[in-house]
Nanobody, 123 residues
Framework: QVQLVESGGGLVQAGGSLRVSCAASGRTSSQYVMGWFRQAPGKEREFVAL????????AYADSVKGRFTISRDNAKNTVYLQMNSLKPEDTAVYYCAAGPPGVGQRMEGYDYWGQGTQVTVSS
């Protein structure tokens, strides 16, 4: 079992930056691929970014590529999502998730989810 707790969300102006964090407890998070997903009001949850167990491999949704950076500190069991050049369309609840190697971008493949943290970008 892995428990995930997101933090760091908030209100930011368009063009600003924010870093959200995901702290894992229970089983060591380094055993899992970690992903970030988001869900805007009235929309389906969508993939944002993922990072491999070692941190050497990452993948991003086209909509955030070049603006967001995912990283992890396995010693701290924490995953981060640095969000720069934020846009109003980035407004959503951001969720972190843990999944097995090879899980990719499919939500269904992730075994553990956090409760989410709200990110609001004002225009």
């Amino acid at each position: 079992q892995v428990q995930l707790v997101e933090s760091g969300g908030g209100l930011v102006q368009a063009g600003g930056s924010l870093r959200v964090s995901c702290a894992a407890s229970g089983r060591t998070s380094s055993q899992y691929v970690m992903g970030w997903f988001r869900q805007a009001p009235g929309k389906e949850r969508e993939f944002v970014a993922l990072i491999s167990r070692s941190g050497a491999g990452t993948a991003y949704a086209d909509s955030v590529k070049g603006r967001f950076t995912i990283s992890r500190d396995n010693a701290k069991n924490t995953v981060y999502l640095q969000m720069n050049s934020l846009k109003p369309e980035d407004t959503a609840v951001y969720y972190c998730a843990a999944g097995p190697p090879g899980v990719g971008q499919r939500m269904e493949g992730y075994d553990y989810w956090g409760q989410g943290t709200q990110v609001t970008v004002s225009s």
